[in-house]
């Protein structure tokens, strides 16, 4: 019995040690090998990079800003004045994203809007009636507080 016990672990020893040696072993020459490449990267839309290149820039801008308000050998009429961009460039940033939020409703989610200081500038992604335009117009007028002259609506 003790035999048989015996013989019967030895032939599981043997068995594990075929497996991993059979696991072990390199593919035959005839086996085809398949290489995969990585899937390429999606070249994101203009507009898209656009949008994420002023992010990236109004962070480091507005990082700047901060830096030199908090520093303390700073001047107070120089953290004065990085205070007052700081709020200039806010009101920007809120006159952007209300425009372009406003025509993205509308159906044209690639416009950007460029907010200066006393001007925007639209640029959209599909042609417009004259009453569409007057539309947007307005609409622009009514958030950015630019006087008329100082809008410019353009087709891209």
Do not use: W
Not at 82 to 102: K, P
């Amino acid at each position: 019995m003790r035999e048989k016990m015996i013989h019967f672990l030895l032939m599981i020893l043997v068995g594990l040690a075929l497996g991993i040696a059979v696991s072990e072993k390199a593919p035959p020459e005839s086996a085809m090998i398949i290489a995969v490449s990585p899937a390429p990267t999606p070249t994101p839309h203009p507009v898209d990079a656009y949008r994420l290149h002023r992010e990236s820039v109004r962070k480091e801008d507005i990082q700047a800003l901060e830096m030199l308000m908090n520093a303390l050998d700073t001047d107070e009429k120089i953290r004065a004045l990085a205070g007052e961009e700081l709020l200039r460039m806010s009101a920007r940033d809120q006159v952007e994203l209300a425009v372009e939020g406003a025509l993205s409703a509308y159906g044209d989610g690639k416009a950007i809007c460029v907010a200066g200081e006393d001007s925007v500038t639209v640029f959209l992604s599909q042609s417009l009636t004259e009453q569409e335009a007057a539309l947007i117009f307005e609409l622009v007028q009514e958030f950015s507080l630019v006087s008329p002259e100082n809008i410019r609506i353009t087709g891209c």
